[in-house]
């Protein structure tokens, strides 16, 4: 059972939150905002982190970078809207997963479940030694031990969810993968993945990789497909 750190700012949100993870046997502790967040976070042991966006205070976004100064901890965010540009500035510092309000709190419990199945698996997994894809003669170059990517010699920093999708799409080079097949083996989620959270990390990636984005090739009403490609 998980030790679970619930922040927002309405009562009611996370009495709901609590009384669904104690029943699944989780530990919880509450913060009202932000600051509160980053506070009991230091003081505390967390498994993991539900946070609201809007609050008072200290922002959910602000309180995840400077939670991310010092922990990979995983992170839910929750929020009231559903737009893109706040999905993608959630993924790009670091968080795991974005649910829009109001939300069941079942599948909040399930998401819960399958981001820390995905951690103790990634911590159990044994690192391949010296492993290193070069594609592009050398432009972009990805150490998958040390969890580096370069773009033309420069260093590309990603969020951990960015690193994981990438050097998964780089393991399965010239294969078409499904959405379903994605979201299952880089998040874990089975029925209750959603198509948007992949494709906003597509998005980010595409973004990260510059001239090299259309290495990652859309297969409409598929998925997605990793080759390398000729740079005119």
Not at 82 to 106: M, R, T
Not at 159 to 181: C, G, H, T, V, W
């Amino acid at each position: 059972m998980y030790n679970i750190l619930v922040v927002d700012d309405e009562e009611m949100i996370r009495k709901l939150i609590r009384k669904y993870a104690e029943f699944d046997g989780h530990t919880v502790t509450e913060a009202v905002d932000g600051m509160d967040a980053v506070s009991k976070f230091k003081e505390g042991n967390f498994d993991i982190i539900i946070m609201d966006i809007m609050m008072p205070e200290l922002d959910g976004f602000s309180a995840c970078r400077e939670i991310r100064k010092t922990s990979d901890v995983p992170i839910i965010m929750l929020s009231a809207r559903g737009e893109e540009y706040d999905k993608i500035n959630g993924f790009e510092i670091g968080i795991d997963d974005y649910v829009v309000k109001p939300f069941s709190p079942k599948e909040l419990m399930l998401r819960v479940d399958a981001i820390m199945k995905r951690a103790k698996e990634k911590e159990k997994a044994p690192e391949n030694k010296n492993e290193i894809v070069s594609l592009a003669n050398g432009g972009l170059v990805a150490d998958l031990t040390a969890r580096i990517v370069y773009v033309d010699g420069e260093r590309v920093d990603m969020s951990p969810k960015e690193y994981e999708l990438f050097f998964y799409m780089l393991r399965n080079k010239n294969i078409a993968l499904s959405r379903d097949k994605l979201l299952q083996d880089v998040w874990g989620y089975d029925f209750f993945g959603d198509d948007r959270t992949l494709d906003t990390h597509i998005k980010i990636l595409r973004k990260s990789l510059g001239k090299y984005s259309d290495f990652i090739v859309t297969l409409r009403g598929i998925g997605y497909r990793f080759e390398e490609k000729e740079i005119v």
